[in-house]
């Protein structure tokens, strides 16, 4: 069943002929849902950069170099260097796991993977507070040794792990579950061991997969703000993440501040999408090309509830 | 439970691996809510999870969740319709848009939306008493004039920071699920039945009616209800755009968050919990939707 | 290199795949494990590969228990019923992946490899194709290129599971008869799993027949053929009737009656032709004698010199030979 922003290979249907709706009917649809959409999608989008550059370039520009906005900027980037790498790694793991191997208690594991989808982001970042903070359950023990994890990078670390966790496993595993191990096993009859199956065989398998989930989860690690803005106590200049540097700007009335950030994160989301589309087309083109099995839409079995 | 050995390397370490990494960051942290509510008592958990601010704020979240999943459910619909079926020019264009609630961070959107729907925003005012849409329904503008003595909206319609503020950014987030999960299942529609109809005589509107959005319909109550859990746990999308005041503009996550800053984690943690049970019940059943809608395409 | 099977079984969820399995393959011999579906004829090739490990029983290669040996350590070539080539490499590299993932010290030099690529390429008549895709060649020359990928490692034992399963019937044909000569030139033991009885017959120099993960018989494709040790590899083996004669129950194939007109005695059964189908190789009818159906088969030329029509009565007699095939229901 569908995910939101999963790649879509199904590819349309050529066009139908003799079963058009008539023109009245087009034409209330078309606008109802353009109109819809540029409402709802359009204006909030363009104002963002309209906003950012109310005051010209010149204004941009100077608010992303204040220090504590370079410092969340930077922090970002951190963050979004621990977090990706590691949920790549876990995610290929948890894939190599589930599709090469018969065991028990498999839907049991994919579902479970998908729990962080159903956990709103504040709540996420409750949990790590429960754990971690100074009331905590370890919290003591930290104070003890003055080890900071809530209102520091640990924290947001964490927090920023739990909510993009499931993105590269979901792209990756429904795909290797439709190519099966053929390759792998014959790979294997070959000589080859574990990690040049997995290297030479495997990853060529399904790089555009991979290569979305992380951009995805590069992206919502970028952009998470529900969940670190409970962890990270907001001090600027030293926890604030770009996110957060967009509320505190906004709530103190500098909007062009506040806005530029924004439009640099919006800026973001559109080549996220624009990738995307590339993909998309990339994979559609080796389908077509193939008289092998077109990969399945890369949609997940779960829901995507985030 | 494994009698014979598994054919390709590395099963005890990708497994292994997997399953400590899920439960150290997942597993773990998330049973640490429920015991924190164990420990507190159920007595407690039951006075702070169900007073009523705390329901205040669930009937809000709830609420306008599921009003803005059933306004998505309609539109969405359409859009994808108009997606499927129709050409038009910047028509890719307009179907990558779709996914930008997915992949835009929420604090931009949340400050995008509630700037513009602000009092004096680009459509915030549109709504004000001197907009043109907010001019027409005071007492004496040209649809208000029929229903004294103080017309359909006495000073315009305030959209930020009311409830209303919020019904705007959850609609904005649920956008893509209902699209998402109905156009798939437009495209892979067969034209038979349809043509079928034709033939039968039955014109295109009845054609649509009777023979193809039935076969819509799961995906998109299955869409609708994506867009639901979706809207009920939001946070960064609503906060700047709702008023936030208790028991009139206050969502759950926000209450959780204040309980937080005010070191009430037991407080929070019981609103989490009520928070939890509701999203994995909303799993589960979009679970079964999903595995009934494909029952019903397949076991044709 | 011979190949001995002692006693293999294997389950999978409580169905028994194979049961008590005991084979011995001779060396240099191209073998047909033939049968129906869920006959266990995969499951036995792939428990001779290593990608099975069996619950009972050990597999022998020349001497050598090799039960617990990994595929790569028992140095087998395997063909994949869909072929499984490495959809994002090239031809060549896909018949030289073997070569490259030895370790360093065993690994030949990058010219070796190539030298080697392009004589497989000519062995299976698919030169020139080294840098196509496995995605821009036809199915035929997949299926070569899985054959020569397999031997590029110089295997001891080639297994095929249903070579030809995938291809339409002119391309199977023709590789059919390329397989026999390939083996011809090569030698190598090879078996391959097929459920076609024609193709098991027509290919290989012993037939084993599977049913229900048993053994049924083992034999030359004549011997099964002529001389089935059951009634599953009398019928499974071609098409045969059941007729009642001499007060026994006995299995006649359509060939094996001699036809006669009515007046030249004796027979074994007399009836009316009661349908016909004059196309192909031989001519089919089916004969009605005294409430038995039974079909027979003529060559056209005999067929032509005795002009039956529908209609005619004529006579029925078993070719002689040593012994009727009577099997105990």
Same mark, same amino acid.
């Given at each position: 069943?569908?995910?939101?922003?999963?790649?879509?290979?199904?590819?349309?249907?050529?066009?139908?002929?003799?079963?058009?709706?008539?023109?009245?009917?087009?034409?209330?649809?078309?606008?109802?849902?353009?109109?819809?959409?540029?409402?709802?999608?359009?204006?909030?989008?363009?104002?963002?950069?309209?906003?950012?550059?109310?005051?010209?370039?010149?204004?941009?520009?100077?608010?992303?170099?204040?220090?504590?906005?370079?410092?969340?900027?930077?922090?970002?980037?951190?963050?979004?260097?621990?977090?990706?790498?590691?949920?790549?790694?876990?995610?290929?793991?948890?894939?190599?796991?589930?599709?090469?191997?018969?065991?028990?208690?498999?839907?049991?594991?994919?579902?479970?993977?998908?729990?962080?989808?159903?956990?709103?982001?504040?709540?996420?970042?409750?949990?790590?507070?429960?754990?971690?903070?100074?009331?905590?359950?370890?919290?003591?023990?930290?104070?003890?040794?003055?080890?900071?994890?809530?209102?520091?990078?640990?924290?947001?670390?964490?927090?920023?792990?739990?909510?993009?966790?499931?993105?590269?496993?979901?792209?990756?595993?429904?795909?290797?579950?439709?190519?099966?191990?053929?390759?792998?096993?014959?790979?294997?009859?070959?000589?080859?061991?574990?990690?040049?199956?997995?290297?030479?065989?495997?990853?060529?398998?399904?790089?555009?997969?991979?290569?979305?989930?992380?951009?995805?989860?590069?992206?919502?690690?970028?952009?998470?703000?529900?969940?670190?803005?409970?962890?990270?106590?907001?001090?600027?200049?030293?926890?604030?993440?770009?996110?957060?540097?967009?509320?505190?700007?906004?709530?103190?009335?500098?909007?062009?501040?506040?806005?530029?950030?924004?439009?640099?994160?919006?800026?973001?989301?559109?080549?996220?999408?624009?990738?995307?589309?590339?993909?998309?087309?990339?994979?559609?083109?080796?389908?077509?090309?193939?008289?092998?099995?077109?990969?399945?839409?890369?949609?997940?079995?779960?829901?995507?509830?985030? | 439970?494994?009698?014979?050995?598994?054919?390709?390397?590395?099963?005890?370490?990708?497994?292994?691996?997997?399953?400590?990494?899920?439960?150290?960051?997942?597993?773990?942290?998330?049973?640490?809510?429920?015991?924190?509510?164990?420990?507190?008592?159920?007595?407690?958990?039951?006075?702070?999870?169900?007073?009523?601010?705390?329901?205040?704020?669930?009937?809000?979240?709830?609420?306008?969740?599921?009003?803005?999943?059933?306004?998505?459910?309609?539109?969405?619909?359409?859009?994808?319709?108009?997606?499927?079926?129709?050409?038009?020019?910047?028509?890719?264009?307009?179907?990558?848009?779709?996914?930008?609630?997915?992949?835009?961070?929420?604090?931009?959107?949340?400050?995008?939306?509630?700037?513009?729907?602000?009092?004096?925003?680009?459509?915030?005012?549109?709504?004000?008493?001197?907009?043109?849409?907010?001019?027409?329904?005071?007492?004496?503008?040209?649809?208000?004039?029929?229903?004294?003595?103080?017309?359909?909206?006495?000073?315009?319609?305030?959209?930020?920071?009311?409830?209303?503020?919020?019904?705007?950014?959850?609609?904005?987030?649920?956008?893509?699920?209902?699209?998402?999960?109905?156009?798939?299942?437009?495209?892979?529609?067969?034209?038979?039945?349809?043509?079928?109809?034709?033939?039968?005589?039955?014109?295109?509107?009845?054609?649509?009616?009777?023979?193809?959005?039935?076969?819509?319909?799961?995906?998109?109550?299955?869409?609708?209800?994506?867009?639901?859990?979706?809207?009920?746990?939001?946070?960064?999308?609503?906060?700047?755009?709702?008023?936030?005041?208790?028991?009139?503009?206050?969502?759950?996550?926000?209450?959780?968050?204040?309980?937080?800053?005010?070191?009430?984690?037991?407080?929070?943690?019981?609103?989490?919990?009520?928070?939890?049970?509701?999203?994995?019940?909303?799993?589960?059943?979009?679970?079964?939707?999903?595995?009934?809608?494909?029952?019903?395409?397949?076991?044709? | 290199?011979?190949?001995?099977?002692?006693?293999?079984?294997?389950?999978?969820?409580?169905?028994?795949?194979?049961?008590?399995?005991?084979?011995?393959?001779?060396?240099?011999?191209?073998?047909?494990?033939?049968?129906?579906?869920?006959?266990?004829?995969?499951?036995?090739?792939?428990?001779?590969?290593?990608?099975?490990?069996?619950?009972?029983?050990?597999?022998?290669?020349?001497?050598?228990?090799?039960?617990?040996?990994?595929?790569?350590?028992?140095?087998?070539?395997?063909?994949?019923?869909?072929?499984?080539?490495?959809?994002?490499?090239?031809?060549?590299?896909?018949?030289?992946?073997?070569?490259?993932?030895?370790?360093?010290?065993?690994?030949?030099?990058?010219?070796?490899?190539?030298?080697? @690529?392009? *004589?497989? &390429? +000519?062995? $299976?008549?698919?030169?020139? #194709? /080294?840098?196509?895709?496995?995605?821009?060649?036809?199915?035929?020359?997949?299926?070569?290129?899985?054959?020569?990928?397999?031997?590029?490692?110089?295997?001891?034992?080639?297994?095929?599971?249903?070579?030809?399963?995938?291809?339409?019937?002119?391309?199977?044909?023709?590789?059919?008869?390329?397989?026999?000569?390939?083996?011809?030139?090569?030698?190598?033991?090879?078996?391959?799993?097929?459920?076609?009885?024609?193709?098991?017959?027509?290919?290989?120099?012993?037939?084993?027949?599977?049913?229900?993960?048993?053994?049924?018989?083992?034999?030359?494709?004549?011997?099964?053929?002529?001389?089935?040790?059951?009634?599953? @590899?009398? *019928?499974? &083996? +071609?098409? $045969?009737?059941?007729?009642? #004669? /001499?007060?026994?129950?006995?299995?006649?194939?359509?060939?094996?009656?001699?036809?006669?007109?009515?007046?030249?005695?004796?027979?074994?059964?007399?009836?009316?032709?009661?349908?016909?189908?004059?196309?192909?190789?031989?001519?089919?009818?089916?004969?009605?004698?005294?409430?038995?159906?039974?079909?027979?088969?003529?060559?056209?030329?005999?067929?032509?010199?005795?002009?039956?029509?529908?209609?005619?009565?004529?006579?029925?007699?078993?070719?002689?030979?040593?012994?009727?095939?009577?099997?105990?229901?």
């Amino acid at each position: 069943m569908a995910a939101t922003v999963s790649l879509r290979t199904s590819g349309g249907k050529p066009s139908r002929r003799g079963l058009q709706d008539p023109l009245w009917l087009r034409a209330i649809l078309i606008t109802l849902a353009l109109g819809f959409l540029v409402l709802f999608l359009l204006v909030p989008l363009v104002y963002v950069f309209m906003a950012a550059f109310e005051k010209g370039f010149g204004l941009f520009l100077k608010s992303l170099s204040d220090p504590d906005g370079l410092h969340a900027i930077w922090l970002t980037a951190l963050v979004a260097a621990i977090v990706v790498p590691l949920n790549t790694v876990f995610g290929l793991a948890a894939a190599w796991a589930i599709t090469q191997f018969r065991f028990r208690g498999k839907n049991l594991l994919i579902t479970l993977i998908d729990l962080p989808f159903a956990v709103s982001p504040v709540v996420a970042g409750l949990v790590f507070v429960l754990l971690f903070g100074r009331n905590g359950f370890f919290g003591p023990f930290l104070f003890e040794h003055d080890f900071k994890v809530i209102y520091a990078l640990p924290g947001i670390v964490l927090a920023t792990l739990f909510v993009t966790f499931p993105f590269v496993a979901r792209e990756v595993i429904p795909l290797m579950q439709s190519q099966g191990n053929d390759e792998e096993q014959a790979a294997l009859t070959l000589g080859a061991n574990g990690f040049q199956i997995f290297w030479k065989v495997t990853i060529p398998k399904i790089r555009w997969a991979l290569i979305y989930g992380i951009i995805l989860c590069n992206a919502r690690s970028m952009g998470e703000f529900g969940a670190v803005s409970v962890v990270s106590g907001m001090i600027r200049g030293q926890t604030n993440t770009m996110p957060l540097q967009i509320e505190n700007l906004y709530n103190e009335y500098q909007t062009v501040a506040a806005f530029s950030f924004a439009a640099v994160l919006a800026l973001l989301a559109l080549l996220t999408l624009v990738i995307k589309v590339i993909i998309e087309a990339r994979v559609q083109r080796q389908g077509n090309e193939s008289g092998l099995p077109v990969s399945v839409p890369l949609v997940a079995a779960n829901p995507v509830l985030r | 439970m494994l009698k014979h050995r598994q054919l390709l390397p590395g099963f005890g370490l990708t497994l292994g691996f997997t399953v400590a990494y899920l439960s150290l960051l997942v597993l773990i942290p998330l049973a640490g809510i429920f015991v924190k509510t164990a420990t507190t008592g159920f007595d407690h958990f039951i006075a702070s999870a169900f007073d009523p601010r705390a329901i205040a704020s669930y009937k809000l979240t709830f609420g306008i969740s599921l009003a803005a999943a059933l306004v998505n459910g309609f539109f969405g619909l359409i859009v994808a319709w108009v997606l499927v079926r129709y050409r038009f020019p910047f028509k890719k264009v307009v179907d990558s848009l779709v996914d930008l609630p997915f992949a835009l961070p929420t604090a931009v959107a949340g400050i995008s939306l509630a700037t513009l729907y602000a009092p004096k925003g680009w459509i915030g005012s549109m709504f004000a008493p001197t907009g043109w849409i907010g001019s027409a329904l005071v007492a004496d503008g040209w649809i208000g004039r029929f229903f004294p003595p103080d017309g359909l909206a006495e000073n315009g319609i305030k959209i930020a920071f009311t409830p209303l503020g919020i019904f705007v950014a959850l609609t904005f987030i649920g956008l893509p699920f209902v699209v998402r999960t109905v156009q798939p299942v437009l495209e892979d529609l067969e034209s038979d039945a349809e043509e079928a109809a034709a033939s039968l005589g039955a014109g295109r509107w009845k054609t649509i009616t009777r023979v193809v959005l039935p076969e819509l319909t799961p995906a998109v109550i299955t869409g609708v209800a994506l867009a639901f859990a979706r809207a009920v746990g939001e946070y960064g999308s609503v906060v700047f755009i709702a008023g936030n005041m208790p028991m009139i503009s206050e969502i759950t996550p926000l209450l959780i968050i204040t309980k937080l800053e005010q070191y009430d984690y037991s407080g929070a943690t019981s609103l989490a919990v009520v928070m939890l049970c509701v999203s994995f019940a909303l799993l589960l059943t979009i679970n079964a939707m999903q595995a009934w809608a494909s029952r019903r395409s397949h076991g044709v | 290199m011979n190949i001995e099977i002692q006693h293999v079984s294997k389950e999978f969820n409580h169905f028994a795949a194979l049961h008590d399995v005991t084979l011995e393959i001779p060396s240099g011999k191209l073998v047909a494990l033939l049968g129906p579906s869920g006959s266990g004829k995969t499951t036995l090739l792939r428990v001779i590969a290593g990608l099975e490990s069996p619950d009972a029983g050990r597999v022998i290669f020349e001497g050598r228990d090799v039960t617990a040996l990994t595929p790569a350590k028992r140095k087998v070539g395997f063909v994949f019923q869909q072929y499984a080539l490495f959809r994002h490499m090239t031809v060549a590299d896909n018949i030289a992946f073997g070569m490259s993932v030895r370790k360093r010290k065993d690994r030949p030099n990058a010219d070796v490899i190539r030298a080697r @690529v392009e *004589e497989l &390429l +000519g062995l $299976v008549r698919l030169e020139g #194709l /080294g840098n196509r895709r496995p995605n821009q060649i036809s199915g035929g020359q997949r299926q070569r290129v899985a054959l020569a990928r397999a031997l590029a490692v110089d295997p001891s034992v080639l297994l095929l599971d249903e070579p030809f399963g995938a291809l339409d019937a002119k391309v199977r044909k023709e590789l059919r008869h390329w397989l026999r000569e390939f083996h011809d030139t090569l030698h190598i033991t090879s078996l391959f799993v097929t459920h076609d009885q024609e193709e098991a017959l027509e290919l290989a120099d012993v037939v084993v027949v599977l049913n229900h993960g048993k053994i049924e018989q083992i034999g030359t494709p004549r011997e099964v053929y002529e001389r089935p040790a059951s009634e599953f @590899v009398h *019928e499974f &083996l +071609g098409e $045969v009737d059941r007729v009642a #004669l /001499g007060g026994q129950s006995i299995y006649v194939r359509p060939h094996e009656w001699v036809v006669a007109p009515v007046a030249e005695g004796p027979h074994e059964l007399e009836g009316t032709v009661i349908s016909m189908h004059d196309a192909g190789p031989v001519v089919r009818f089916k004969v009605l004698a005294q409430e038995q159906t039974v079909s027979v088969e003529l060559a056209p030329r005999d067929y032509r010199r005795m002009q039956i029509v529908i209609g005619d009565s004529i006579g029925l007699r078993r070719e002689s030979r040593e012994e009727a095939v009577v099997h105990k229901s």
